[in-house]
């Protein structure tokens, strides 16, 4: 039974650690290496003496841990053991709420809204089961992200969610890192709406709450907080503190741990790459890598498996798959046939542009031009492309000024769509996202206008 209690105890602290979720700075420094330490040990006793964990929960949690690490293999079976867990258990706020950030993270980290429609509900119930819980947090967080930048009005009630979450509990990071995170990921014509809010103040606080503080959960806290609040700087066009910042980073001593080093070198692949002055946000350079902001204090990969570069997403930062024959000869003609649907109302013209590179992507098109509208559809359709991967990018002109009008937050005013009908967060999605093959034959796609 005493083993069970200090199990509990300590994942109910764990909890506030995982994506986002840390707890005050005295228990991050002085009680959460006893209590991990205490659960690593515990959990073993009790599986040695074969208690049932018929408890899927606990086994949701445990691939979810795999997952903050860097591994998105397990989110899948993460989620569906959690799901199992809510079935049995419907009152169990630990398992609703771990839940809830597993479907955030799937949202955030491959633009899933309906993930993020998930983690609000689950966010919500937890708030219902407990109304001071830390959730609110969480659950302001998702429900900007739900807004797309559309619903100004979901927008601010998420806002003053994260914002009411850190009056009440000033030293909780969960509301702060929700918030400071939910601001960098914001196109920089929104930040404005947050009113005087600067995520600096808060990235500062989890970054001294984290100096000199080793745990085996998260062995990245110290260099990702310190990363962040380099990127914090840089938003506020900070140059000199972003680079002390990202050096700190950098300087923070490697993990003992074998995969925990291995993962903190691969991440200092980033900030490196964001010090010497890539144009890429920190958030765009973890997403080609395959990860999201959550992966940033958890980190760990196999020794020898140091170069994120090998573990990015195919849909992430596509390599080049058709490349070009030694012999000088005629590469494959392909004919691209687009179908534009989703007029609302059918007016103005069909503007579209073709990409085929990650480079030129929604700055340069390889192919462009305007297309009438028949009804409820329309057609388009180029020939001689050669054989490679493309993306399709399409609006409606409706009031026919020849560009795509825009409200504060950058978000399209006028129907849009992309090819695979991909989706972004708070912004366009990426070319991997969007990307399809021509291989020297009439492909024919689809897009949906929104």
């Known amino acids: 039974m005493r083993n069970r209690q200090l199990l509990l105890i300590g994942t109910m602290i764990l909890g506030a650690l995982m994506v986002?979720?840390?707890?005050?700075h005295l228990a991050v420094r002085y009680l959460?290496?006893?209590?991990?330490?205490?659960?690593?040990?515990?959990?073993?006793?009790?599986?040695?003496?074969?208690?049932?964990?018929?408890?899927?929960?606990?086994?949701?949690?445990?691939?979810?841990?795999?997952?903050?690490?860097?591994?998105?293999?397990?989110?899948?079976?993460?989620?569906?053991?959690?799901?199992?867990?809510?079935?049995?258990?419907?009152?169990?706020i630990h398992n609703l709420y771990t839940l809830g950030r597993a479907y955030f993270y799937d949202a955030i980290t491959h633009n899933n809204l309906i993930s993020a429609e998930k983690a609000e509900r689950a966010f919500a119930r937890v708030l219902e089961l407990d109304p001071k819980h830390e959730a609110l947090a969480f659950h302001g967080s998702a429900l900007t992200f739900l807004s797309r930048g559309k619903d100004m009005e979901k927008f601010k009630q998420g806002v003053r969610?994260?914002?009411?979450?850190?009056?009440?509990?000033?030293?909780?990071?969960?509301?702060?890192?929700?918030?400071?995170?939910?601001?960098?990921?914001?196109?920089?014509?929104?930040?404005?709406?947050?009113?005087?809010?600067?995520?600096?103040?808060?990235?500062?606080?989890?970054?001294?709450?984290?100096?000199?503080?080793?745990?085996?959960?998260?062995?990245?806290?110290?260099?990702?907080?310190?990363?962040?609040?380099?990127?914090?700087?840089?938003?506020?066009?900070d140059i000199a503190k972003a680079q002390s910042s990202f050096k700190a980073a950098l300087a923070v001593p490697l993990p003992t741990d074998p995969e925990a080093k291995a993962g903190r070198v691969a991440l200092q692949e980033i900030i490196r790459n964001r010090l010497n002055g890539s144009s890429q946000s920190l958030t765009d350079l973890l997403a080609q890598a395959g990860l999201g902001t959550c992966n940033?204090?958890?980190?760990?990969?196999?020794?020898?498996?140091?170069?994120?570069?090998?573990t990015a997403r195919p849909?992430?930062?596509?390599?080049?798959?058709?490349?070009?024959?030694?012999?000088?000869?005629?590469?494959?003609?392909?004919?691209?046939?687009?179908?534009?649907?989703?007029?609302?109302p059918a007016e103005?013209?069909?503007?579209?542009?073709?990409?085929?590179?990650?480079k030129d992507f929604l700055e340069t098109p390889?192919?462009?031009?305007?297309?009438?509208?028949?009804?409820?559809?329309?057609?388009?359709?180029?020939?001689?492309?050669?054989?490679?991967?493309?993306?399709v990018a399409i609006y409606q002109d409706k009031n026919g000024n020849g560009k795509l009008d825009r409200n504060v937050f950058g978000m399209p005013l006028e129907p849009y769509g992309f090819s695979n009908n991909a989706h972004g967060v708070m912004g366009p999605p990426s070319f991997g996202d969007a990307r399809f093959q021509l291989t020297g034959s009439s492909t024919q796609i689809q897009v949906r206008l929104e």
């Not at 745990?215 to 506020?236: D, I, M, N, V, W």
């Open 366 to 391: 390889f192919k462009a031009g305007n297309a009438g509208i028949d009804g409820s559809l329309c057609h388009w359709q180029v020939s001689g492309l050669p054989s490679g991967w493309y993306a």
């Open 296 to 310: 940033t204090c958890h980190l760990r990969r196999q020794e020898g498996e140091q170069s994120l570069s090998k």
């Open 32 to 92: 959460l290496p006893y209590l991990l330490q205490s659960l690593n040990v515990r959990s073993g006793i009790e599986a040695a003496a074969g208690e049932q964990p018929a408890d899927m929960a606990r086994q949701g949690w445990r691939s979810f841990l795999e997952v903050l690490a860097g591994d998105q293999s397990k989110l899948e079976p993460a989620v569906r053991q959690l799901e199992q867990g809510a079935i049995a258990s419907p009152a169990d």
């Open 348 to 358: 103005g013209e069909v503007r579209v542009a073709v990409f085929n590179s990650e």
């Open 161 to 237: 969610e994260m914002n009411r979450s850190v009056e009440q509990n000033p030293d909780s990071l969960t509301g702060r890192l929700s918030r400071a995170f939910t601001a960098l990921a914001l196109p920089a014509k929104a930040r404005p709406v947050l009113g005087s809010y600067d995520p600096v103040q808060d990235l500062k606080f989890a970054s001294r709450a984290f100096e000199g503080v080793t745990f085996h959960y998260a062995p990245q806290a110290e260099a990702g907080s310190k990363t962040f609040l380099g990127e914090s700087y840089l938003l506020r066009g």
């Open 20 to 24: 986002l979720g840390f707890s005050a």
């Open 315 to 344: 849909t992430a930062k596509p390599t080049q798959e058709t490349p070009r024959p030694v012999r000088a000869q005629a590469a494959p003609q392909s004919e691209l046939k687009v179908v534009v649907v989703g007029f609302k």
